[in-house]
């Protein structure tokens, strides 16, 4: 394990320094250790199943996870995949309330014509064609309903769009009652600059949901993607969520309903990240360095519209060491999973080489950190 990493962080006028303290979480990692049906996947965002998404030292809800490429099948007891493994876009998890214990997290696929493994959603939409796919991003619960966002790709893993997945109260994985919207939250590549997706990461500084000074907005966050990835921010009233011609991009100086004006806040960062809004009334950006990199960075800006110009690297993952086609990616914060006074992080880690897959089981999960502070 490589040495524990500090990050110290100016403070608001008045207040006295931050200081940051990053820790390896283990009991977070073995909690996706699997020899058996779901054995790896990436993505993992987090839902609280009651809205609430303070910090509060134990689960007071059941979690929705959210991954996207997900291997199932079997694990061989020398740590290689068993024959007859399949690989799937997208699958959920549901663990209940309480600490992390791998006997309660359940993990849920959808099943084919033919009772073959598949994703959990798969496109619906009047635009999908043969083979699309979904990539899930963020989602949140609000209303007594869950909502996912999904990225949507041709089998060229071209992004044809983003779907919004609306789940009525009282549906359970796999969700049969799901229902797919297409919505306006991505741009092709245009005049020299790369394409916008939303959201890369949901951010609701409400007080149904717990932030420690709610403005009754949800922040969403996306991405330009540029060589260097940029954040870009929107923002929608809690109430109008589903309605989305309330949706306002922020363009560096107002809130505006067009997409395409949406201007750069941090740059150099990952396509999934998270914002998170601290008990001091700041907002830390968490993301992995420049997309695929050992680098977890952390920024702390006094707005949801940031700026973040500065960013410290407060932990290095070892996972890539040693092997030039390993690489983490997509690090993020989960504040309902974390305790009072630390916020748990997660990273991903593939590789290059599709085969390492099927010779070490070990290696496509997700990883886990505490930021700490004080």
């Given at each position: 394990?490589?040495?524990?990493?500090?990050?110290?962080?100016?403070?608001?006028?008045?207040?006295?320094?931050?200081?940051?303290?990053?820790?390896?979480?283990?009991?977070?990692?073995?909690?996706?250790?699997?020899?058996?049906?779901?054995?790896?996947?990436?993505?993992?965002?987090?839902?609280?199943?009651?809205?609430?998404?303070?910090?509060?030292?134990?689960?007071?809800?059941?979690?929705?996870?959210?991954?996207?490429?997900?291997?199932?099948?079997?694990?061989?007891?020398?740590?290689?995949?068993?024959?007859?493994?399949?690989?799937?876009?997208?699958?959920?998890?549901?663990?209940?309330?309480?600490?992390?214990?791998?006997?309660?997290?359940?993990?849920?696929?959808?099943?084919?014509?033919?009772?073959?493994?598949?994703?959990?959603?798969?496109?619906?939409?009047?635009?999908?064609?043969?083979?699309?796919?979904?990539?899930?991003?963020?989602?949140?619960?609000?209303?007594?309903?869950?909502w996912i966002f999904a990225a949507r790709f041709s089998p060229q893993i071209r992004r044809q769009g983003v779907t919004r997945i609306e789940i009525p109260a009282g549906d359970l994985p796999p969700f049969p009652n799901a229902v797919q919207v297409e919505v306006p939250l991505a741009l092709p590549p245009a005049n020299g600059l790369g394409a916008v997706v939303f959201p890369?990461?949901?951010?609701?500084?409400?007080?149904?949901?717990?932030?420690?000074?709610?403005?009754?907005?949800?922040?969403?966050?996306?991405?330009?993607?540029?060589?260097?990835?940029?954040?870009?921010?929107?923002?929608?009233?809690?109430?109008?969520?589903?309605?989305?011609?309330?949706?306002?991009?922020?363009d560096g100086a107002a809130w505006v309903p067009d997409l395409a004006a949406a201007a750069p806040v941090a740059q150099r960062l990952s396509n999934e990240n998270s914002v998170t809004p601290l008990p001091d009334g700041r907002f830390l950006l968490v993301f992995q360095r420049d997309s695929l990199s050992p680098r977890v960075e952390a920024a702390v800006a006094d707005a949801?519209?940031?700026?973040?110009?500065?960013?410290?690297?407060?932990?290095?993952?070892?996972?890539?060491?040693?092997?030039?086609?390993?690489?983490?990616?997509?690090?993020?914060?989960?504040?309902?999973?974390?305790?009072?006074?630390?916020?748990?992080?997660?990273?991903?880690?593939?590789?290059?080489?599709?085969?390492?897959?099927?010779?070490?089981?070990?290696?496509?999960?997700?990883?886990?950190?505490?930021?700490?502070?004080?």
């Amino acid at each position: 394990m490589l040495p524990v990493l500090l990050l110290a962080v100016a403070a608001p006028q008045g207040s006295s320094g931050l200081h940051w303290e990053t820790v390896p979480a283990p009991e977070w990692d073995a909690l996706f250790d699997r020899e058996s049906g779901w054995t790896g996947g990436d993505g993992i965002y987090s839902i609280p199943l009651d809205g609430t998404d303070a910090p509060a030292g134990f689960r007071r809800t059941s979690t929705l996870f959210l991954f996207s490429d997900t291997f199932l099948g079997d694990v061989n007891p020398d740590g290689t995949r068993a024959p007859g493994t399949r690989l799937v876009n997208n699958t959920v998890g549901l663990a209940p309330p309480g600490p992390p214990d791998p006997s309660a997290l359940h993990f849920f696929w959808g099943f084919d014509a033919q009772g073959e493994p598949q994703a959990v959603f798969v496109p619906e939409v009047p635009s999908a064609g043969p083979g699309d796919f979904y990539w899930l991003k963020d989602g949140i619960h609000l209303n007594g309903r869950t909502w996912i966002f999904a990225a949507r790709f041709s089998p060229q893993i071209r992004r044809q769009g983003v779907t919004r997945i609306e789940i009525p109260a009282g549906d359970l994985p796999p969700f049969p009652n799901a229902v797919q919207v297409e919505v306006p939250l991505a741009l092709p590549p245009a005049n020299g600059l790369g394409a916008v997706v939303f959201p890369s990461c949901l951010m609701p500084n409400t007080a149904s949901a717990g932030a420690p000074f709610p403005d009754g907005y949800v922040y969403a966050y996306g991405t330009r993607e540029d060589p260097s990835k940029k954040l870009l921010v929107a923002r929608v009233a809690e109430a109008d969520f589903e309605d989305m011609s309330a949706w306002r991009f922020w363009d560096g100086a107002a809130w505006v309903p067009d997409l395409a004006a949406a201007a750069p806040v941090a740059q150099r960062l990952s396509n999934e990240n998270s914002v998170t809004p601290l008990p001091d009334g700041r907002f830390l950006l968490v993301f992995q360095r420049d997309s695929l990199s050992p680098r977890v960075e952390a920024a702390v800006a006094d707005a949801p519209t940031g700026p973040w110009p500065e960013t410290r690297t407060i932990y290095w993952a070892p996972e890539a060491l040693g092997d030039p086609d390993v690489y983490p990616y997509n690090a993020k914060t989960h504040p309902h999973l974390s305790r009072p006074g630390e916020l748990l992080i997660s990273y991903n880690v593939n590789t290059l080489d599709f085969l390492d897959h099927f010779a070490d089981a070990d290696l496509y999960r997700p990883r886990f950190l505490k930021l700490r502070f004080r």
